[in-house]
């Protein structure tokens, strides 16, 4: 089965604390990223990383990191310096770059995160 | 900012009515694509239209494009209770150097289709 998989599907966090959002795909895409999805708000670009050993700043970094070191994998750290992490975290992978192939993104089931 | 808005926010209607949902966008783009999401699940990709092209279909969905006006709408026609979701417009943005590949979001329209 080919896709993209985020575990675990919930977490619960006490403040303070960091925790590490997985996400795997088996599509051998290139580009992967992560985004916030809060009520009402659509979704935010976190981080996203167009090849191995490589990352960029989205919208709203400040809070997460990120690492790169396989190409399969993109794992996102919530750091206890995130203020408000409550949120619905969705990670997406996409396999060409804008104008030279399609990019269209192929999502993960998501993680919903809780801050207790 | 956001480069996709959708418009409206919400939708309600009958099974075997028509749905329709638009998007605006603030730049140049390569394409622009929507997507559907049900309640706690991930986005899956619906479709996809070129700048250069101004209409297209899948099924059930006709999706329209115009550069112009950088505006964009999707049809469902005959709507199902199943088709009951968020759809987002995406776009990307050839013109943001360094942003290469990313796309962005608008906040969707939930759509409502009653039995």
């Known amino acids: 089965d080919g896709g993209i998989t985020q575990s675990p599907k919930y977490l619960f966090r006490k403040e303070g604390q960091n925790v590490t959002l997985s996400c795997e795909q088996n599509?051998?895409?290139?580009?992967m990223y992560w985004y916030r999805q809060d009520p009402g708000q659509g979704l935010r670009l976190i981080y996203y990383s167009q090849i191995v050993n490589d990352f960029q700043k989205g919208d709203i970094a400040e809070g997460y990191s990120v690492s790169r070191e396989k190409k399969e994998s993109f794992p996102l750290t919530v750091t206890s310096a995130q203020k408000n992490p409550t949120a619905f975290y969705l990670c997406?992978?996409?396999?060409?770059?804008?104008?030279?192939?399609?990019?269209?993104?192929?999502f993960g089931p998501g993680t919903r995160l809780t801050v207790l | 900012s956001q480069q996709g808005e959708e418009d409206p926010q919400a939708l309600s209607i009958q099974e075997g009515e028509n749905a329709t949902m638009n998007c605006s966008y603030k730049t140049s783009i390569n394409n622009l694509q929507w997507y559907r999401q049900n309640s706690g699940r991930g986005l899956v990709h619906l479709i996809l239209i070129r700048s250069n092209e101004r209409e297209k279909h899948s099924g059930r969905l006709r999706v329209t494009l115009d550069t112009s006006k950088k505006s964009s709408s999707l049809l469902i026609t005959a709507s199902r209770a199943a088709d009951t979701a968020s759809y987002f417009c995406?776009?990307?943005?050839?013109?943001?150097?360094?942003?290469?590949?990313?796309?962005?979001f608008g906040r969707g329209t939930q759509l409502t289709v009653w039995p």
């Open positions: 599509l051998n895409h290139d580009a």
């Open positions: 995406a776009t990307d943005a050839p013109d943001r150097g360094s942003t290469l590949g990313r796309l962005y």
């Open positions: 997406a992978s996409s396999s060409g770059f804008s104008g030279r192939a399609r990019n269209e993104q192929f």
